[in-house]
């Protein structure tokens, strides 16, 4: 008779599942990502700018919240793309330098 358990341990191929990975590719396409998020988070500001004014005070308290939230995202949304862009132009910058290098 066979056991019925099966083996619960992770099995990781040997084998790479992207062979053509390159790390500039894989960092501009985060920053696209970046970008998206921060339009996102900036259009959630405006939206939230553009709401009534709250006339009780449980309104007040609910817009003083998402006020907030959007506000906070937008300002870590635009601190996240700027490190993207600087994290960009590093590697632009050493790929340059790789390339002088190695030319000269």
Do not use: W
Not at 15 to 43: D, V, Y
Not at 86 to 100: D, F, H, I, N, P
Request: glycine content about 2%; overall charge neutral; some cysteine.
């Amino acid at each position: 008779m066979s056991d019925p358990h099966r083996s619960t341990q992770v099995r990781v191929s040997n084998q790479p599942k992207n062979s053509n990975f390159e790390a500039g590719t894989a960092l501009e396409n985060l920053r696209a990502e970046m970008i998206e998020i921060e339009a996102l988070a900036c259009a959630a500001e405006a939206a939230a700018d553009a709401l009534p004014a709250p006339t009780t005070d449980r309104q007040r308290l609910v817009f003083g919240r998402i006020q907030s939230l959007v506000t906070r995202t937008s300002q870590q949304a635009s601190a996240s793309l700027q490190f993207a862009n600087s994290q960009v132009a590093a590697l632009c910058s050493q790929m340059e330098a790789r390339r002088k290098a190695t030319a000269g």
